[in-house]
Structure formats: C-alpha cells, structure tokens
C-alpha cells in the first residue's frame, strides 16, 4: 500500500482549468486513487489548507470532499474516526485544524488553549475532552 500526498489528493479532486501541469498530472491522480492507499492526517490538513487557502473553495464544498475521501473504502484514512469527528465538529463551525487536534486528544482531561475563538465555538458543542482557554 503507498501513502498519496496533498498534490495527488488535489489533483484527483480539483479540476483547475488555469493549470496546464494539473490536468496532465490528474490522469495520473486518478490511477493512484483507484489502488489502496494510506492517506495520513498531516496529509489531510494540509489538503484542507489548500482547499481553502489556495483554491478559496467554500467551507461546505471542503467538508463534501472530506466526507468523500472518507467514504472510499479501499483509501485507509489514518485515525478515521477521529477524521470523521472532525469533520461533525468543522460541520458545526470549528476550524478543521482545530477540530482535529480537539479529536485526536481523546486521551487528555482537556484541550488548552489560548485561543479564545476555539475556546467559544466548542463550548456549545459540548466535545470531550473540554476546551480550557487560558485567557
């Protein structure tokens, strides 16, 4: 089994139009993808991060494309129910990045922090472990 990165991921989920490499490099996306394969969770963050921070794609359209890749049985998603749990929590209006060190931290009493934001968006969700702000 190989461990796919970033660039495969986007190429595979992502038709750029503006990118001559990308749509010769998507062929080779989609061989990958369709061989089981391990995709791990700094994969998954920085695939996150380039969804929305270079493609500017909209919050709902990354979750359809997380819960997606999820949803491809013979893709091994490293900690997948911990995946899965963040993706409820950046459903219910938690950063991806912090909803996934929130829900990779089961083991721990509580998750502290000093960012207020995190801090008041998870306070309602009622998540475990607790958010501590240290403000």
Do not use: C
Not at 71 to 92: K, M, N, Q, Y
Request: hydrophobic share 55%; proline share 4%.
């Amino acid at each position: 089994m190989k461990s796919l990165d970033t660039n495969v991921l986007a190429r595979f989920f992502i038709d750029d139009p503006d990118d001559a490499q990308a749509a010769l490099q998507r062929p080779v996306a989609v061989t990958a993808m369709s061989a089981p394969a391990l995709i791990t969770v700094t994969v998954l963050l920085e695939f996150e991060w380039v969804m929305r921070g270079f493609y500017d794609l909209p919050r709902s359209e990354v979750a359809r494309v997380l819960r997606a890749l999820t949803g491809i049985g013979h893709i091994l998603i490293e900690d997948r129910a911990a995946v899965i749990a963040a993706l409820d929590a950046f459903d219910s209006g938690l950063d991806f990045a912090d909803a996934l060190h929130l829900a990779r931290s089961q083991h721990a009493s509580a998750f502290v922090t000093f960012d207020r934001r995190l801090a008041k968006r998870a306070g309602p969700l009622e998540l475990m472990p607790k958010v501590e702000w240290l403000g």
